[in-house]
């Protein structure tokens, strides 16, 4: 099992940055791939970022050039750096964990999530 933990979201003007932490736990050695994923009120979920084992990323077009994923092995915690905030980037933000193959694009299927942290972006 694996056990995710998000931090670091927080209500912001438009234009500021925030990063988001994923803090993973439990048997982590098993994980090929993480993400974040967004979800906005009356929005279905979507993938923002992934960062596969071997560090490659990919991201939805919607965040490329603001988005950046990135993790620390050592301490096991995933990154999501997120500048240039727009209103419409409002939601709940979830980390994800998928275990087993080396590919990592959005829309592989993860089998652990964290319970979520909110980003609210006010123009």
């Known amino acids: 099992q694996v056990q995710l933990v998000e931090s670091g979201g927080g209500s912001v003007q438009a234009g500021g940055s925030l990063r988001l932490s994923c803090a993973a736990s439990g048997y982590t050695v098993t994980i090929a791939c993480m993400g974040w994923f967004r979800q906005a009120p009356g929005k279905e979920r979507e993938g923002v970022a992934t960062?596969?084992?071997?560090?490659?990323?990919s991201y939805a077009d919607s965040v490329k050039g603001r988005f950046t994923i990135s993790k620390d092995n050592a301490k096991n915690t995933l990154y999501l750096q997120i500048n240039t905030l727009r209103p419409e980037d409002t939601a709940m933000y979830y980390c994800?964990?998928?275990?087993?193959?080396?590919?990592?694009?959005?829309?592989?299927?993860?089998?652990?999530w964290g319970q979520g942290t909110q980003v609210t972006v006010s123009s």
């Open positions: 994800a964990a998928a275990y087993g193959g080396d590919w990592c694009p959005l829309t592989r299927p993860f089998n652990y």
């Open positions: 960062i596969a084992k071997n560090g490659a990323t």
